[in-house]
């Protein structure tokens, strides 16, 4: 794919830091958009990389762990398909058809993954009775491992592959497979946008919602414009809100007091 060892040793390290992130949760290293954007910085083209990882990010918003049920993985989809695009100069479309799949082979990789961690919880409840420390913080290095080579051995293994392989590949998907992943894919965007609105509960904020979606239809502003139009909403809201207004009035009057 013409990769040399330099930037195949820096994919590897990403790769596990982003499977390390899918588990810790702390950096969100394992996001779409942080991800594709560091595969990017490695193989030479960061503004594929960010187009690619804000696209998936969207699909992948409300992609998450409930209960016992494991989401597909962002973090394989999102190394993986960001090796695939930029690294054989494949479209973004091509990267998000890709992805789809790719994670959900990543969410059967999880589960594997998850499986033999419990093992190792167990292994790690021993230690605890016996007191022994050191044995507990190995349980958990080694649960932390296997959580990084399960997205880092795929990227490893699709580095390694020529670009006539992968374009060959690329090629021999009929198009309306490619489509339909496509179509899929947006769908996906819209569901996770409504788990998100239906977990913030803000009913009250949907007015703004929609009058985001009619201007983004009806007008060419881009997405710094809409950001600021948003900002200025935002400020306008808070002033004019009573409630607000309620709790600078108690402030005032302890003030007073």
Not at 53 to 72: C, D, H, K, R, Y
Not at 132 to 159: E, F, M
Not at 207 to 220: E, S
Request: aromatic share 8%; charged share 10%; net charge negative.
């Amino acid at each position: 794919m013409g990769i040399n060892a330099f930037q195949i040793i820096l994919i590897f390290i990403i790769a596990s830091i982003a499977g390390m992130g899918s588990i810790l949760d702390e950096f969100q290293t394992h996001r779409p958009l942080i991800a594709c954007t560091l595969i990017g910085l490695v193989l030479g083209d960061v503004q594929k990389g960010i187009i690619l990882g804000g696209t998936l990010e969207l699909m992948a918003l409300g992609w998450m762990n409930i209960g016992a049920a494991m989401a597909p993985d962002a973090a394989m989809a999102s190394v993986v398909s960001a090796i695939l695009v930029i690294g054989a100069k494949q479209s973004v479309t091509s990267g998000i058809a890709i992805a789809i799949p790719i994670a959900a082979a990543g969410q059967v990789f999880t589960i594997f993954a998850r499986t033999v961690s419990v093992g190792l919880q167990h292994r790690a409840d021993r230690f605890a009775e016996d007191g022994n420390l050191k044995g507990i913080d190995l349980c958990h290095l080694t649960g932390l491992l296997v959580q990084a080579l399960r997205v880092a051995i795929p990227a490893l293994i699709v580095s390694l592959i020529s670009p006539e392989a992968v374009n060959s590949l690329l090629m021999s998907i009929p198009v309306y497979i490619t489509e339909g992943l496509r179509v899929a894919g947006g769908f996906i965007v819209v569901v996770g946008y409504a788990m998100v609105i239906n977990m913030m509960e803000a009913k009250y904020l949907m007015p703004f919602f929609f009058l985001g979606f009619v201007i983004a239809a009806f007008t060419d502003f881009n997405l710094v414009a809409l950001g600021i139009l948003g900002v200025v909403f935002a400020i306008v809201y808070i002033q004019l809100n009573p409630k607000y207004h309620a709790a600078t009035a108690s402030i005032d009057d302890l003030d007073d007091l």
